[in-house]
């Protein structure tokens, strides 16, 4: 269940408990729609902990840098043949 899921029960429940009157036998809705909330705050602290978990920041590689080259210069002796 996504965070627009939790937010979702957590408004259902929430009308179920303080916006209804409604009366019916053998459920009382009043116990429903805490149920429902608690659900959905659960359901937002798991979401968020496991997004906070997910959101590791990997500092980019930097290029390793070969220092034994040399550059190339053409004055007759870098080259091999008169070393």
Do not use: E, K
């Not at 303080?18 to 036998?25: E, K, P, R, S």
């Not at 359901?43 to 220092?67: E, H, L, M, Q």
Request: glycine content about 14%; charged content about 15%.
């Amino acid at each position: 269940m996504g965070l627009g899921g939790c937010i979702i029960l957590i408004a259902v429940g929430a009308i179920l408990t303080f916006a209804t009157d409604w009366d019916m036998q053998g459920v009382n809705l009043d116990l429903v729609g805490v149920i429902f909330m608690i659900v959905g705050l659960i359901g937002v602290a798991t979401f968020s902990s496991i997004a906070r978990r997910r959101r590791v920041v990997v500092p980019p590689a930097t290029p390793v840098v070969d220092d034994t080259t040399r550059p190339h210069t053409r004055d007759g002796y870098s080259d091999g043949y008169g070393v």
